[in-house]
């Protein structure tokens, strides 16, 4: 399990940063620019290929082309880059330089890496909803929705309750109260609230095995007509669509998680503002690692779910307008089309030099914090991995 683990993070990982890159690349392109370099891992370099005189061959940490793009695997395995000739200012007045586009390309170029892991959010997500995603349901369904795999599971249990006393877990699947199937929540509630003061089996299903529990439900109160077990239930399947409600689906759940995102990254962004901490919603690459492993386990359909969550993700947090990254190079450019010409060059560069610094400080202290939060499963995963 762990070698699947490291493989799948290591292909979803490299698939977000590959498109990413790719998008700066094609657009770069597209517009004449000469692309320099196209990086995989941040530097320095380990070594890299180059296609010219009609061949592919091996070049060194130190090899620079006038006219071919290297493609590199540097030695800090997070994240990726494209090295545009002129980004920095240079070279103007020559048509294959960055800088002697428009703003407008420019703001299309800095941009089409966010694009890229946006699209990918739609492709992943509409492609999940043509072979189905888990989803909670109601009885009210978009037109066209088709449902399977219909079950009301647990997602809270209430301290000092009979459900608790039981041994209820968050995850349990209810099947049958005294026999009779369940099919929603509405007939557990029911049939929980007909039968109080009586003992009532409960069957359910927990890691593929079948168990029950026999409690009796706890009468409220201030509610004497009402009686609960003590659990939060949802109503789950797997939802699908044809194709051509999929695609509309996949856009509209796009923008949904992008607002929720957006909402997320602010209250982080203020939570570190205002007390200099944040909680754990924040991971780095080892958490993103130990997440995979776990999403992994859930199947191939949460997997699908999880890559796409992880691109949007990575589109927004690109685009925040921080130096170094793109919204930030974005910013740079909007002021110089407001101001009618350009920020001093050294003066942008310095900021991207410090902004990125600073980037490799947050990875540094987000994946120390993934490791002290993580470390110790980590470490036994890997001991049952060895000892067999």
Do not use: C
Not at 35 to 40: I, K, Q, S
Not at 194 to 202: D, M, N, P, V, W
Not at 295 to 318: D, E, R
Not at 333 to 351: N, Q
Request: charged content about 20%; aromatic content about 8%; overall charge neutral.
């Amino acid at each position: 399990m762990l070698i699947i683990t490291i493989i799948t993070f290591i292909v979803v990982f490299g698939l977000l940063i590959f498109l990413h890159e790719l998008g700066h690349f094609m657009t770069a392109r597209k517009f004449g620019v000469r692309v320099e370099e196209f990086g995989f891992g941040l530097p320095p370099r380990i070594g890299g290929m180059v296609w010219e005189q009609g061949k592919w061959r091996l070049v060194g940490p130190s090899y620079r082309s006038e006219k071919a793009t290297v493609y590199s695997l540097n030695w800090i395995p997070f994240g990726g880059f494209v090295k545009l000739y002129g980004e920095e200012g240079e070279h103007a007045a020559e048509k294959d330089s960055f800088a002697s586009q428009t703003p407008g390309k420019r703001a299309i170029i800095l941009s089409a890496g966010v694009s890229m892991n946006v699209l990918l959010t739609i492709v992943l997500l509409s492609a999940g909803f043509m072979g189905g995603t888990p989803s909670v349901i109601d009885d009210i369904l978009p037109q066209g929705a088709r449902v399977r795999d219909e079950k009301v599971q647990v997602v809270n249990v209430v301290s000092n309750s009979p459900a608790e006393s039981a041994g209820f877990k968050v995850g349990d699947t209810i099947t049958h109260l005294d026999g009779t199937p369940v099919s929603s929540v509405k007939e557990f509630q029911n049939y929980t609230a007909a039968h109080k003061g009586e003992e009532i089996e409960i069957d359910y299903v927990r890691d593929g095995v079948i168990d029950s529990r026999t409690l009796q439900p706890q009468i409220l109160p201030d509610e004497p007509a009402r009686a609960i077990i003590g659990v939060a239930l949802i109503k789950t399947g797997t939802v699908s669509y044809p194709w051509y409600r999929a695609i509309p689906q996949g856009v509209i759940a796009t923008g949904e998680m992008a607002v929720n995102l957006v909402k997320g990254f602010g209250r982080i962004i203020g939570q570190l503002l205002s007390t200099g901490r944040s909680d754990n919603a924040i991971a780095g690459p080892v958490g993103i690692a130990v997440l995979t492993g776990q999403v992994v386990k859930l199947g191939f359909l949460y997997l699908i779910q999880f890559t796409a969550t992880l691109s949007l993700n990575l589109a927004i947090l690109n685009y925040l307008p921080i130096p170094a990254l793109d919204g930030g190079r974005v910013l740079f450019v909007l002021v110089e089309k407001i101001r009618g010409k350009a920020v001093d060059r050294k003066l942008e560069a310095l900021v991207h030099t410090i902004g990125f610094a600073l980037l490799l400080a947050l990875i540094a202290f987000v994946t120390y914090k993934d490791i002290v939060r993580f470390g110790a499963g980590i470490l036994n995963t890997l001991k049952s991995a060895i000892m067999g």
